[in-house]
């Protein structure tokens, strides 16, 4: 079985608001900062805090606490994530403003009421050009104010292009649907990602002989093995400056996951 993503053209925009810190919590450094791409583009920002005009918490947009809402730019792309789909499209800051150009979505059906309305929560906010500041420093932070006074405040955490210092290396793995047991000095009944590179052409076609399988002995950032499922990933390889000793020299992260196959028996 095979999963696939169709496209919905939409408008899109964006809203910001922080939390009051509790009592005894230290105060926390942050400076401000030009709202530029290379800023924006240094951070995942996660929403942490939304009020609108009155003061008021906006409910609708925390339907996912356990997954807060994500905006990520990058190349002059703006994309939102953890909501009941993945948003994206094409943006520019323009005076103070994000502008955002014509948005893309994913057509997928969520049966809580309040996660398919997550989509529409963030997309009546992104529609006009909300007005942006960024503070970084220990905790960045990255403010959205929207024309009708919605306040939506986001906590930036570093992209792996920031934390490794490198644009890294495109790649793609096809992930066997089981682990194999491998060993490990440090981890009894160890069990490793069986995996093996992939290539693509210009189109997204399957180009050459697929590479030899091979146990991965470390983790892929941000993904999940589930027993069963086949994957295909495009993956950032980077290179670890001065690794631990024992520690692998090189990180995955995950990119997208571009194919899905349930494996039976």
């Known amino acids: ?18 939390p009051k810190p509790e009592a005894g919590t230290p105060p926390v450094t942050r400076a401000a900062a030009s709202v530029d791409d290379k800023t924006l583009s240094a951070y995942h920002w996660n929403l942490q805090g939304a009020v609108d005009r009155d003061g008021k918490r906006i409910d609708a947009l925390f339907a996912r606490p356990q997954r807060p809402l994500q905006l990520d730019f990058r190349d002059g792309r703006l994309g939102v994530s953890n909501a009941c789909n993945r948003i994206g499209g094409d943006y520019r800051i323009d005076g103070g403003r994000l502008r955002p150009g014509q948005m893309m979505q994913t057509l997928m059906a969520c049966a809580d009421p309040a996660l ?3 989509d529409e929560a963030i997309r009546s906010r992104l529609q006009g050009a909300p007005r942006l500041s960024v ?12 024309d009708g006074g919605d306040v939506l ?14 644009a890294g290396e495109t790649m793609f793995l096809e992930i066997d649907a089981q682990t194999q ?43 999940t093995h589930e027993a069963g499922v086949r994957n295909v990933l495009r ?3 980077y290179a670890i400056a001065h690794p631990p000793a024992d520690a692998p020299a090189q990180a995955y992260v995950l990119d997208t996951v571009i194919e899905s196959e349930i494996v039976r028996p």
């Not at 503070?135 to 929207?146: D, F, I, K, S």
Request: aromatic content about 8%.
């Open 1 to 18: 079985m095979r999963y696939a993503l169709l496209l919905l053209p939409i408008l899109a925009s964006c809203s910001a608001a922080t």
């Open 116 to 118: 398919s309305g997550l």
């Open 135 to 146: 503070e970084t420093g220990e905790a960045p932070r990255l403010r959205l104010t929207t």
């Open 153 to 166: 405040d986001f906590g930036g955490v570093p992209t792996a292009e920031t934390r490794y210092g490198s």
């Open 181 to 223: 047991p491998c060993a490990h000095p440090l981890i009894r009944d160890k069990r490793c990602l069986k995996v093996r590179e992939r290539r693509y052409d210009a189109n997204g076609l399957a180009a050459g002989a697929p590479g030899e399988w091979q146990l991965l002995y470390q983790d892929i950032e941000g993904y």
């Open 235 to 237: 993956v950032k390889r």
